[in-house]
């Protein structure tokens, strides 16, 4: 087995290719200030100056606290979807019988789930803001940088293969499957999902974070082919962000259709305050464990180039969670640091310049059209790391191996 131990860039992980490479830049997609959102017709908050988003009158509260929570603070009611929203109406019903959480929705012009949050909390009610999380993932830069046209494709028809006889199972939660030029769900020899139609990736996706899901189930597959990818998304139908309750929603699915193997979520939110951690991100990862206690689960550190004081992104941040930094240097010559970009974490994986599928005829800035491109992020670091656990290369939390 490869050693894998913390602090440590590993070149034995490294994707090389020639002609791939170069510098990430920096990508503003958010702005600064504040900014609501128009999604699936939700209301969105995304306050970059603290590097969280949350559903702007929705709190997280324990299901058997829902009556106290509203009798805490008047301005609180049970959250019902809209009718034609079957979709939403069905996760929430999962997250009450599931997880045993309730989500509130908060009354008043100006609504405030932190401050509602953070009063619960007084209260002895534990509570937080209903999350968004973006599959970049980064409030401030979006990816590393941006996917950019492969220089080569045709270095995909042949694996790396990396992790040679691997037949272990790599679930990723994401995007979803793009839609092939016809029209159809395109998931090829890449994808193993029993319903894959279901998982299509959604139409108005922001440009930076297009075929985000594919591209990471393609740096699996080329790097251990045998392993199987199943790929879900994490948006509602119609929704331009992912939230708590869709993420929840996607594991819920991959769960009832086998077993997950490694989960690779490279997505996150911050917390808005250092106690009001994402609860249900938090509830649906541990009900992962307690039904297989072989899943791991990996996530991408994030890429506001945060470091160990800094916050922390989540799930990354959650115990029992492998975080995974991005990092860039020259494999041959063993020569490996950190990427600007990434958030500390205690394992790195290549992260910058990477090279895997990309779905045609969709594209940042027009222009890619050819099924592949270049890519860099703790996002495309995080399923390096999957695909050599799932194969059995590496063990989270052991001691190194030779």
Known sequence: MLPLQPGVVHADLAEVRPGVGGAPQAVDVLGTGTEDLASGGARLHIDVDHVCGFHRDQVIVPLDRRAEAMAAVPDLASYVPPEEQEEVAGAVRRLEAGLDLAILTISGPDPDPVAVATELREADIEASPHYLVIPAPSWKFGPGDVAVAAPDPSILDTPQNLFPGADGTVTVIDTGIPRDTSGVVDHGALIANPNAANEAEPANLPPDVVGHGIFIAGIVKDLAPGLTVSLW??????????????????????????????????????????????????????????????????????????????????????????????????????????????????????????????????????????????????????????????????????????
């Open 233 to 402: 998304k994490a948006q509602f139908s119609g929704d331009r962000v992912a939230d708590e309750l869709s993420v929840v929603s996607a594991l819920d699915r991959a769960a009832d259709a086998g077993p997950l193997g490694v989960v690779n979520l490279s997505l996150g939110t911050y917390a808005c305050r250092e106690e009001l951690v994402p609860m249900a991100l938090r509830a649906a990862l541990a009900r992962v464990s307690e039904h297989d206690a072989t899943t791991a689960v990996v996530a991408a550190a994030g890429n506001d180039g945060h470091g160990p004081s800094e916050p922390r992104m989540y799930p990354a941040a959650f115990p029992g969670v492998v975080a995974v930094g991005a990092a860039l240097g020259d494999p041959a010559v063993g020569q490996w640091q950190p990427a600007a970009f990434s958030n500390d974490a205690p394992v790195w994986a290549p992260g910058v310049g990477i090279l895997s599928r990309y779905p045609r005829n969709q594209n940042s800035g027009g222009l890619i059209d050819m099924g592949a491109a270049v890519w860099s992020g703790t996002s495309f670091a995080a399923p390096h790391y999957a695909a050599c656990v799932a194969a059995g290369y590496c063990q989270p939390g052991a001691p190194p191996t030779t």
